[in-house]
Every structure is written in structure tokens, then in C-alpha cells.
């Protein structure tokens, strides 16, 4: 069965605000993670990753968060735009990948 | 760089019939190369692990006789739908990883889109 997991299967976000999209996992041992973006038809594109031994994360309009304790992974997006629109997913494993279910982030002009 | 190309992009066949997909690491020698398989509105599911010049490694439930996976070269990996049904009908997506590289990024695909008819 899958080891991560999704808080919401959908995110409606108005432009120019933050999103935040929460992932929980399971496995208490996983030591990488990384979200992905995947837009209608496409494969998934790689937005960031953070390894077990960090809790935080920054890229270009994004920033990972990692909680350990309570094993939950955070993606959060700045300033969203309508170009950010997609299904977003986490995933775990330094050799296999688990996916989590997904969410879906509309974003509303 | 580390783009990763899949061939067809769709395609579309007759029951019964075996369908080949190729998945190629374009500026990058792949050690492994990852098969995937999603369903309309679901997560991608591992379907098998690929190493070149070894025989891949299917995830529990994968029809490894149904499924045929080669990776004969660094650059190139295949996978065949043999027989295929209109339950196979799916979007595939292969990932490679770097040769020689201690990075776990895995690098995707865009994906072929089956359908089965």
C-alpha cells in the first residue's frame, strides 16, 4: 500500500495568494522526499526535495517543510499564479518512489 | 539537461494485440529506469524497477509475463503490453536515474498515453 498520503484531494487558491499543500507519511524511516508538479497529460515535473535530516527547504517561489515528529511534509507555494494550476504530489524513497494520492490546485484569477 | 523522451506519446490498438513503448535518457547514461503506470485521476504506481544489462524487478501484483521490460543499453529502456486488454489502457511514464551520480533524483518522462480498443 502506499506509505504517503495526501491531507486534501483538491486546493482552490486565489491568484497572487500562498498555497499550502500537506502530505503525511508513514514510515518513520523514509529519508527522502519530493514533491512533484504534473500538469493534464504529462509527466511529472520535479519541483523540490528535502532529505530526513532538514526540516526546511527553499526554492524559487517554494518551500518544503518537514516535520518528522508527526511525520508530515509541507509544500508551500508563494504568491501563486495560474501557471501553478496542477495535481501536486509528494513522494518518498531514496530508490523507489511511493506517490501520494495527490492534490489538485486550481488556481482562481 | 537529464531529459528523459518516451515514444510513442499515444497510441492506440487493437485487443489482443502488443504494444511496444521506449523510454530514452537523451543527454545521460540511466542506470535504472522506473516504470510507471496511472490511472485518470490517480497517483502513479510503480510497476517495475530496470537496470541495464539485468532483468527488471516487478512490483507485487505486475504480470511480469504481461509487461516485458528490456533495458539493453544506458540510454534505452522498452517496455511491451503483450495481449493487451482495454484494462491496460492507461498513461505510461518511465524515470531515469544517473549513472554515477549520488543525487536520488529520478528524472520522468512525458508519459505515453494507451488505449486499447
Known amino acids: 500500500g502506499e506509505s504517503v498520503g495526501l491531507h486534501l484531494p483538491t486546493l482552490s487558491v486565489q491568484e497572487g495568494d500562498n498555497s499550502i499543500i500537506n502530505c503525511a507519511y508513514s514510515?518513520?524511516?523514509?529519508?527522502?522526499f519530493i514533491w512533484y508538479k504534473q500538469e493534464s497529460g504529462k509527466g511529472p515535473q520535479f519541483i523540490i526535495d528535502?532529505?530526513?535530516?532538514?526540516d526546511k527547504r527553499q526554492g524559487q517561489r517554494v518551500t518544503v517543510l518537514l516535520n518528522k515528529t508527526v511525520k508530515h511534509l509541507s509544500l508551500q507555494i508563494a504568491a501563486t499564479q495560474p501557471g501553478d494550476s496542477a495535481v501536486y504530489f509528494c513522494?518518498?524513497?531514496?530508490?523507489?518512489?511511493?506517490f501520494g494520492a495527490g492534490t489538485t490546485v486550481t488556481v482562481r484569477a | 539537461g537529464a531529459v528523459v523522451s518516451q515514444h510513442p506519446s499515444w497510441v492506440i490498438c487493437k485487443s489482443g494485440t502488443s504494444v511496444k513503448i521506449e523510454c530514452r535518457s537523451l543527454?545521460?547514461?540511466?542506470?535504472?529506469m522506473f516504470w510507471y503506470r496511472q490511472f485518470p485521476k490517480q497517483s502513479l504506481m510503480l510497476m517495475a524497477t530496470?537496470?541495464?544489462?539485468?532483468?527488471?524487478?516487478?512490483e507485487q501484483g505486475v504480470e511480469k509475463d504481461k509487461f516485458l521490460i528490456n533495458h539493453a543499453s544506458l540510454t534505452l529502456s522498452t517496455l511491451t503490453v503483450t495481449s493487451a486488454h482495454p484494462e491496460d489502457s492507461s498513461f505510461y511514464i518511465c524515470s531515469a536515474r544517473q549513472r554515477d551520480v549520488s543525487s536520488y533524483e529520478q528524472y520522468f518522462g512525458p508519459g505515453t498515453r494507451l488505449t486499447v480498443t
Open positions: 513522494a518518498e524513497g531514496d530508490y523507489k518512489l511511493s
Open positions: 543527454d545521460f547514461q540511466a542506470t535504472t
Open positions: 530496470s537496470n541495464e544489462g539485468s532483468k527488471a524487478t516487478y
Open positions: 514510515n518513520s524511516a523514509s529519508d527522502y
Open positions: 528535502i532529505r530526513s535530516n532538514m
